[in-house]
Each structure stands twice: as C-alpha cells, then as structure tokens.
T-cell receptor, first 115, second 113 residues
Framework: EPEVTQTPSHQVTQMGQEVILRCVPISNHLYFYWYRQILGQKVEFLVSFYNNEISEKSEIFDDQFSVERPDGSNFTLKIRSTKLEDSAMYFC?????????????FGSGTRLTVV | GESVGLHLPTLSVQEGDNSIINCAYSNSASDYFIWYKQESGKGPQFIIDIRSNMDKRQGQRVTVLLNKTVKHLSLQIAATQPGDSAVYFCAENIAGGSYIPTFGRGTSLIVHP
C-alpha cells in the first residue's frame, strides 16, 4: 500500500536554528498538507499546498514557516528560527485528485524537539 | 472556541465490549467527516468517513453515526480488541473550501484484556 514517508523521524535542534522537515507524498497525489501535534493535544492544520503554491494556511503558519516542493517527489517544511514552542510532532499528508473518500494519507511524523 | 470537540478524553473498556466514542462539531457548513485512529508514535490512520447526506455508515466492526440536528458524530466499535487501543479523532471538512480536515481533541481508548 502506498505510504507517505517522512524524514527524519526525530530531530533535535537548538533554539534559533533552522530545520527542514522532509516528506515524500504518494506519487500520484496532488494535494499536500502539513499538520503539527503538540504532545497530548489535537492535530492542528498548518498549511495546504496544491499546484506548486500554498492554497490555505492557518494562523500558526507565520513568517517563520515555509513550504516547498523542490522536485517532483519531495515536500518540505522549513522553520527558520525555531522556538521552544515549536516542539511537536509534524505530520505530512497527501491526497489525490479523486473524491474525498479516496482519503488523506498521513505519514508517521517527525518529532521535533527544540532545546 | 473549537469547532470540533470530544465529550470524553479517556474511555476504558473490557475486551469484547462495544465502544462508543463521541464528537461534537459546531460548523453547520461541514459536509464530510472522518474518524482517525492514532497509535502511539504514528500518524493518524483513516478508519471510516461519512458524508452529511447520510446518517449512518458501517465498516468492518465500526459504525459512524451522524446527527446533523445536534451536530453530533459517534464512532461505534464492536467487540473491541486490545489492538483498538489508541487515540481516536474526528475531523470535519467544510463544504466549498479546500476540504482540509479539522481535527477535534481526541479520545484515548483503553481496552483491557
């Protein structure tokens, strides 16, 4: 079964450093998403991406965040200057162009720890 | 406030019992709902979905009920097994938008052998 792959599985970084979280969506999917989940809390939407541009973003997705699809397979989330409160699980998801019932597929996440 | 929320943060059941996990939503424009299961250290996994033109949908051992009048969604798991232990989230998608799942807070289901 096709999977969304995220790397690394765990990233530890110092406050103020830049991090790039990587995702390889399912190959024929067209819609891409980033979510985050702070420990013990709900999964929060960050940004959606379609046709090589951001289609929607939440209030969380401020200027320190950016997304990119640098080639035909990768989808990245960059955090420019990490803060302690950025520590969370970050999930990538993708969806095809078919009906919604075809489903969103989530990756296993990257655990980001900012120290 | 949250547009999607759950009544019970933790539900403990015995193996073999039926489980019911509830979810309230407040956005009447939502027309598509999904239940996800999240095991420890993993991403959300699709369980079952339902469109707003339905009030019930059944899968394998799971049933989702939708009551649009009171904006309530429930997930019923029959003959709960220890492998069902996880956090369960409902998510709503708003019609006319980019169909971005908006997650509720989650309920932790603990199944005792």
């Amino acid at each position: 079964e096709p999977e969304v792959t995220q790397t690394p599985s765990h990233q530890v970084t110092q406050m103020g450093q830049e991090v790039i979280l990587r995702c390889v969506p399912i190959s024929n999917h067209l819609y891409f998403y980033w979510y985050r989940q702070i420990l013990g809390q709900k999964v929060e939407f960050l940004v959606s991406f379609y046709n090589n541009e951001i289609s929607e973003k939440s209030e969380i997705f401020d200027d320190q965040f950016s997304v990119e699809r640098p080639d035909g397979s990768n989808f990245t989330l960059k955090i420019r200057s990490t803060k302690l409160e950025d520590s969370a699980m970050y999930f990538c998801a993708s969806r095809g162009s078919g009906p919604l019932e075809d489903g969103y597929t989530f990756g296993s996440g990257t655990r980001l720890t900012v120290v | 406030g949250e547009s999607v929320g759950l009544h019970l943060p933790t539900l403990s059941v015995q193996e073999g019992d039926n489980s019911i996990i509830n979810c309230a939503y407040s956005n009447s424009a939502s027309d598509y709902f999904i239940w996800y299961k999240q095991e420890s250290g993993k991403g959300p996994q699709f369980i079952i979905d339902i469109r707003s033109n339905m009030d019930k949908r059944q899968g394998q051992r799971v049933t989702v009920l939708l009551n649009k009048t009171v904006k309530h969604l429930s997930l019923q798991i029959a003959a709960t097994q220890p492998g069902d232990s996880a956090v369960y989230f409902c998510a709503e998608n708003i019609a006319g938008g980019s169909y971005i799942p908006t997650f509720g807070r989650g309920t932790s289901l603990i199944v005792h052998p």
